[in-house]
Every structure is written in structure tokens, then in C-alpha cells.
């Protein structure tokens, strides 16, 4: 009995440390015992044992610890099954996103690798590089949704990575079935230059995260919570740019010169350069990829090509929700190059459903602090405040609570508060829309410190490239700490000084279409 006992422990986990799996249990054994107690600090103390999960996702992937957490949540009353249901459902979008366009993309890998590799290859400067994977993700992320360009961005990091660990490993790079996990058959002059190559891959990764965060800021389709914003304010695509842009123009040049800096000077582990040897293995690639490119192979790229031209108009114009704009990538990108056998299919998923059950977890936490009303005294203390102090306490304050939660969550629960708040009377119109601008930078910029402050980072430290290239939670947060300490601070500069003239232009603007242009500025000098 005794060894199938210490058999069970051992499962446990599976290789997880020891150290790790005792501090699991306790954290199982403590939760009902505080929530009877206080059920608000039990509360708190679950969203921050969450995020350790998160923490230490090379240690353990957090869909067990986590889910184990939230399951117990549940089970004790923190939160109800009910509840858990209702908020999936709301953010049902979201889960279809990485069930099917995180797959479409998948089946897209051959152009898009196609595409970076020249990339790589003809751009020398690390510097440059750099800014052109923080520029292409902010552009992309304005116009497409940030989740879409980190699965683009992933799969480009992995198909680099998996070039190289090949030679590296001494096998030819027509192999299919290579392990890129596993370094035991790593030829010891390629160990060094592969260390530095994660460093090299880390940074463009990070850049990228960053990027899709810039530039998902700037427009009503760049972030989930940007569309429930801009729906409760209606605002349509031109006016929440207009009115976003006082903040998000001065972030987006600011984040772009930080991205130039750090590489530059080598800050926060940036600056690793391409080492030659993996190159050299990358131009010999690409030499073999286009001598080997039959007319096939050829249609196969313009597909894909075309494929991706309705992509980005689809999100851009949201002719349909993204999960459902993927599963047409899937059916056009499979139908049209070949790809009819189940197990290929299947393959295309093995990189989202883990994330999508962890998501699932995730919104089981957020649904106990709905509950809970975690957020409650925060909230209170920023609507108490009025004027100045009320858009920086409101900047802040979403900026916090995003670090710790989900920034959807936060702008969702913001911007119904100051509804409620605009339709009771407490505020005015004017107060409202720049609240609103608020609510929207705050939960877009700062919460780029932490993993679990945007679905994009969380995605990409729990996707497989960052294990490989051994991005931890912990790396994550010290590479984003420049990004996070010039976008916050440069976001609360605009907020606080540039803000209010928006509101001003915006009622001038909408004058001049129903009057002359002196008609205009005769009514809106009148009114102030």
C-alpha cells in the first residue's frame, strides 16, 4: 500500500520539483481554510497563486496546478460552474480565435517562413531587424487581432529554430521527423552559437509581443476590449483612432525608439546578434529551398498568399467574428493545396488546445474575482476622485489590475462602470469619452510588465517556441521593462496633457459636418 502511495506522489506532477509539488498542496490545503475566514483575501491569495502557476510554466505547464486552483474554487464557493459558463461564453470569441485561427495559420507556415527567412537573411543589422518585427506586429496588430500576429510571429520562431537545431543535431534538413526538443544529439561546437541563437530569437520574440501591443492600442479591432469600448462610447473605426491618437502616437514613436535602444546598447538582455555559422546555415536553406521549389510548391506560395490578402481585409473590415475568418484560412489553405488526410489536420491543433484550456482556467479566476468583487474598492476609490486626478487614477489603476488579471476583464468591468456613471448623471459626456480613452490605454500599455496582463504574452510563454528557445515568465518580465516603463510613463504624459484638446477637435470636427466651416468655430466658441 505504502509504495503504491509513494507511486501516486510521484505521478503527481510527473517530473515537476519536488519543491514545486508541496507548494501546490499546501496552496490546496490553505484555500478552503481562508476562504471560510475571509473570503476576499482568499480571493486575492488565489489570483496571485495563479499567477505563480504562470511563473514557473517551465517547470510545469499551468493547465494542471491552475486548473486544480480554479477547481477548488469552484468547489468550496468562490465562484460557480454557472458562472464559469457565462464568462467563456462571453469571451466565446476569443476561444474560437485560438481553436481555429492559430491552426489557419499553421497551414501557412511554408509562405510565412518563406517570407522571414529572406528577411533574416537580407536585413544584417540586428537594430533593424528588430524594428522591422516591432513595426510589421504593431501594424499587423492594428488592423488584425494581437493573438493572430503572436501565432504568426510563433510559428516563424519555431520554423527558424527548427532549421537550425537540424544541422546542428548533423542531420539534413529534408528530415521531417526531428526531434527539436531534445539537444542530446547536439554536436558540442553548435552548443555555444545555439545559446546565442535563443538570445537572438528571444529578442525578436519579445519586440514583436511588444508590437502587437503598440499598435493593438491604436484601433477599435486591435484588442478584444477595444471593441467593447468603442461599442459602449459609439465609436466607430475612424473616431476611436482620432480620439486614441493623442496618446497612442507619442507611445507608438517612443516604444519604437526603446526597441532601437536596447539593441543598440545591449539593455535587458537584448542585443544578441545572428551568429555566423547559423547564417550561413540559413542562407544554404534558402539556396536549397529555391532550387528544390517545384511549380507545385510555387502554387502552393501564391495560395497561401492569396489566402492571406483576405485575411487581413476579413479582420480588418470584421466582415465575421476571427475564429470564424480562421476556420476559413483552414478550409481555403487546406483545400487548395492538397491537405485532405485527417492526421495532417490534426496536427494543425496540437499548438492552440493546450492554451485554450489554460484560457478556460484562467477565466475560471477571473470569474472569482467577478464574484469575489476583487476590484470592488478599487473601482470606488477612482469614481470618488473627478477632473485630472480621475483620468490619472483611472490610467493607473487599469494599468495595475491588468498586470495581476486579463486587461479585457478590466476594460470590460471600466468602461460598464462609467457607463453606468454617464447614465445616472455623475459625469458629463465630455468626462466619459476621455475616461474611455483611459480605460483603453491604461489597459493596453502597462500591462505589457507581465504574461498574464495580455492573452498575446500569456500566449507566447506558454506556446512551444518558448521553451525552446527558453523564454521564462520571469525573462519575459525583465525584456518588457524598458517597453513597460516608457509606454506607462509616456501614456500618463499624454492622458494628463495632450487628452483634453481631443475633445475639443472632436466637437469642432462634428460641427463642420452639419455647418459651414465659420458657422463651426463660431458655435464652438460660444459654447466655451
Not at 130 to 154: E, M, N, Y
Not at 348 to 377: G, N, R, W, Y
Not at 466 to 476: K, V
Request: proline fraction near 3%; aromatic fraction near 10%; glycine fraction near 6%.
Amino acid at each position: 500500500m505504502s509504495d503504491l502511495l509513494i507511486a501516486g506522489c510521484r505521478n503527481f506532477l510527473g517530473n515537476a520539483p519536488k519543491w514545486y509539488k508541496w507548494t501546490i498542496i499546501t496552496f490546496l490545503i490553505i484555500n478552503p481554510i481562508i476562504f471560510a475566514i475571509n473570503p476576499f483575501v482568499a480571493g486575492w491569495l488565489l489570483v496571485i497563486q495563479f499567477i505563480f502557476t504562470l511563473a514557473m510554466a517551465l517547470k510545469c505547464y499551468p493547465l494542471q496546478p491552475g486548473g486544480l486552483l480554479a477547481m477548488e474554487a469552484v468547489l468550496v464557493g468562490m465562484t460557480s460552474t454557472k458562472d464559469v459558463q457565462e464568462e467563456l461564453v462571453h469571451n466565446f470569441e476569443v476561444i474560437l480565435l485560438l481553436i481555429f485561427m492559430v491552426a489557419g495559420i499553421y497551414f501557412m507556415k511554408s509562405l510565412l517562413l518563406y517570407i522571414f527567412t529572406k528577411l533574416l537573411i537580407k536585413v544584417k543589422s540586428k537594430a533593424l531587424l528588430s524594428l522591422s518585427f516591432c513595426f510589421a506586429a504593431a501594424f499587423l496588430s492594428a488592423f488584425l487581432d494581437a493573438l493572430t500576429v503572436i501565432a504568426v510571429v510563433i510559428s516563424v520562431g519555431v520554423g527558424f529554430y527548427s532549421i537550425y537545431h537540424k544541422v546542428a543535431s548533423g542531420k539534413d534538413n529534408s528530415v521531417l521527423d526531428h526531434d527539436h526538443t531534445c539537444d542530446n544529439s547536439l554536436q558540442d561546437q553548435r552548443r555555444e552559437d545555439l545559446e546565442t541563437f535563443r538570445a537572438f530569437l528571444r529578442n525578436l520574440l519579445m519586440h514583436a509581443g511588444v508590437g502587437s501591443a503598440l499598435g493593438g492600442v491604436c484601433t477599435q479591432v486591435g484588442e478584444p476590449q477595444n471593441l467593447i469600448i468603442a461599442e459602449n462610447a459609439s465609436w466607430q473605426f475612424i473616431e476611436f483612432a482620432l480620439r486614441m491618437a493623442p496618446v497612442t502616437v507619442p507611445v507608438f514613436i517612443c516604444g519604437m525608439l526603446t526597441c532601437y535602444i536596447v539593441e543598440k546598447m545591449g539593455w535587458f538582455s537584448y542585443g544578441a546578434q545572428l551568429p555566423a555559422a547559423v547564417r550561413q546555415i540559413m542562407v544554404d536553406y534558402d539556396k536549397q529551398a529555391d532550387a528544390k521549389m517545384n511549380e507545385r510548391d510555387i502554387a502552393k506560395l501564391l495560395i497561401q498568399a492569396i489566402i492571406g490578402v483576405w485575411l487581413i481585409v476579413a479582420l480588418a473590415l470584421h466582415l465575421a467574428p476571427v475564429g470564424l475568418i480562421g476556420l476559413s484560412v483552414i478550409v481555403l489553405a487546406t483545400a487548395f493545396t492538397g491537405v485532405i488526410e485527417e492526421h495532417a489536420l490534426g496536427k494543425a491543433f496540437e499548438e492552440a488546445l493546450p492554451f485554450t484550456a489554460l484560457l478556460a482556467v484562467f477565466f475560471t479566476i477571473v470569474s472569482v474575482i467577478v464574484e469575489q468583487h476583487l476590484f470592488k474598492p478599487v473601482i470606488e476609490a477612482v469614481l470618488a476622485q473627478d477632473g485630472h486626478a480621475q483620468l490619472a487614477l483611472f490610467y493607473v489603476a487599469n494599468g495595475l489590475l491588468s498586470m495581476l488579471s486579463d486587461n479585457v476583464f478590466v476594460g470590460t468591468i471600466y468602461i460598464k462602470e462609467v457607463k453606468a456613471a454617464l447614465v445616472d448623471g455623475q459625469i458629463t459626456r465630455d468626462q466619459f469619452d476621455l475616461l474611455a480613452v483611459a480605460i483603453n490605454t491604461g489597459t493596453n500599455l502597462p500591462s505589457v510588465a507581465t504574461p498574464n496582463g495580455q492573452a498575446a504574452f500569456l500566449f507566447l510563454l506558454t506556446s512551444a517556441v518558448a521553451p525552446l528557445i527558453r523564454l521564462s515568465y520571469g525573462r519575459m518580465v525583465w525584456m518588457a521593462l524598458p517597453y513597460t516603463i516608457v509606454l506607462a510613463v509616456v501614456g500618463m504624459v499624454g492622458i494628463m496633457f495632450f487628452l483634453e484638446g481631443t475633445t475639443d477637435w472632436m466637437y469642432l470636427n462634428e460641427l463642420i459636418h452639419h455647418h459651414s466651416a465659420k458657422e463651426a468655430i463660431d458655435a464652438a466658441v460660444s459654447a466655451h
